[in-house]
């Protein structure tokens, strides 16, 4: 059974404890300022000249000048290849919102239909910076909004302009800082989520690698087995030539040893090879009984009694004969490693089969999954252990080991029994897991 080592469980453990966050790059936000002065530019110069409305066209374009000469700085003065750094980018972004705020107030404050473009930088900065830092980001826009209702040009009509009732502009700050406060929300949720996501997806690779070079042990001990042979035999054979024709006792007590330390080192290499071959023949092809023993051994004699039972098809009673999937003792494992966890006196493995499917269902006589958490079982870091100090309490091995299931084509199914205890069933397709036949050159001869 393939065991989630504390490196990783440490590793995975720090990423969700200090996430990484979505970082940013220079050179991006410098592309969504130059975006940002020409969309001003000429929306300013449309609403002037084109609509003819009597704006305070210099304050105006003085305004977007400032912004396009902080963008040719940032260009000529830092590397944009690199990624900013958290306080460099808040205080782009906070520039941002502060420029936009003042050309708000130059044209009509919140009255203007384009105050809602000061959601934009706050979203971005939900995106690339750490919690403290957007909320510093969505303050200033929040103060920022107060100010345009207190204080802020006329909106520039054509004709008189109409007086907006006290009550409804202060409805169009309370829509703003809802809008803000929503969109913030929202974009650090589905942040939050895809970032713990990819962490988990790691951990998962991380199993493999190491399932993956564990096999390669093995092929390398019976490549070193088989390299190794015929220089020993040379020696050995040479060394026996010396002790025939050594004529000092020494000598041919040195020759002597040679050989015998010679035999012992092909000795050696013969059961190397032979226990890569025994550990082929378990590994490549292993009965279902075999294959969820396997997965049981560990964790018999840790609490509660594990019983591996099968339930034959009666139209096809012999037990199948699976290739040996490390997705597949991995999950199992798990399954029954959390069902020894909660039960109470007895867990219960049983296989099942058809004529294509493969079915392994984990039975516990435990309290069962809390209604509260079971349709979240499966996602990442979702757990009903308590932390406590060497215990782990994650919530990626379930995770992981559905996500192993699925990328052969099974299905996990995770419920409470209707008396008492939680059951967890793997559906797993049969065509893809039953080991071929094996051809012996010998009986074919």
Same mark, same amino acid.
């Given at each position: 059974m393939i065991t989630l080592e504390p490196e990783w469980e440490k590793i995975s453990a720090e990423a969700e404890l200090t996430p990484v966050f979505g970082r940013v790059r220079l050179r991006t936000l410098i592309m969504l300022r130059w975006f940002a002065v020409v969309g001003q530019t000429f929306c300013l110069l449309v609403v002037y000249f084109g609509l003819g409305f009597d704006l305070p066209l210099g304050l105006c374009l003085g305004a977007i000048a400032a912004s396009a000469w902080v963008n *040719?700085?940032? $260009?000529?003065? +830092?590397?944009t290849q690199r990624f900013a750094k958290d306080w460099e980018a808040f205080a782009q972004l906070a520039y941002d919102a502060v420029q936009l705020m003042v050309l708000l107030a130059l044209t009509g404050g919140l009255s203007n239909p384009f105050s809602v473009m000061l959601v934009g930088p706050i979203v971005i900065g939900v995106a690339a910076l750490p919690t403290r830092w957007w909320v510093a980001l969505a303050a200033i826009a929040g103060v920022g909004s107060i100010l345009l209702a207190l204080w802020h040009y006329p909106l520039p009509w054509d004709g008189p302009a109409p007086v907006l009732p006290p009550l409804y502009q202060a409805a169009l700050w309370v829509a703003l800082?809802? *809008?803000i406060a929503f969109t913030a929300t929202y974009a650090w949720r589905v942040g939050s989520e895809a970032r713990r996501m990819g962490t988990a997806l790691a951990a998962t690779q991380t199993v493999l690698a190491r399932e993956q070079r564990l096999s390669a042990l093995g092929a390398l001990s019976a490549a070193a087995a088989h390299e190794l042979g015929t220089p020993l035999a040379t020696i050995q054979l040479t060394a026996k030539e010396v002790m025939r024709a050594a004529t000092d006792e020494t000598l041919r007590e040195d020759a002597d040893l040679i050989v015998s330390q010679a035999q012992r080192c092909r000795?050696? +290499?013969?059961?190397? $090879?032979?226990?890569?071959? *025994? $550990?082929?023949?378990?590994?490549?092809r292993v009965g279902l009984r075999e294959a969820m023993e396997e997965a049981a051994a560990p964790l018999r004699g840790l609490g509660a009694e594990v019983s591996v039972l099968l339930e034959p098809d009666p139209e096809d009673p012999e037990p199948p004969v699976m290739q040996r999937r490390a997705e597949v003792i991995y999950a199992l494992g798990n399954f029954i490693e959390n069902a020894v966890d909660y039960a109470q006196t007895r867990v219960a493995v049983t296989g099942r089969w058809t004529s294509d499917t493969l079915v392994i269902s984990v039975v516990d006589d435990g309290p069962g999954f809390p209604p509260d958490i079971l349709a979240k079982l499966g996602e990442p870091y979702v757990t009903t252990r308590r932390a406590e100090p060497g215990h782990g309490g994650l919530g990626l091995g379930v995770f992981i080991a559905i996500t192993l299931v699925e990328r052969i084509g099974g299905t996990v199914v995770l419920d409470n029994v209707s008396k008492m205890g939680a059951s967890v069933t793997m559906s797993l397709p049969r065509a893809s897991l039953e080991a071929g036949p094996i051809f012996d050159s010998k009986t074919a001869e």
């Open positions: *040719a700085w940032v $260009s000529l003065a +830092l590397p800082a809802i *809008a000795e050696i +290499l013969q059961r190397l $090879s032979q226990t890569h071959e *025994a $550990s082929d023949r378990m590994h490549d």
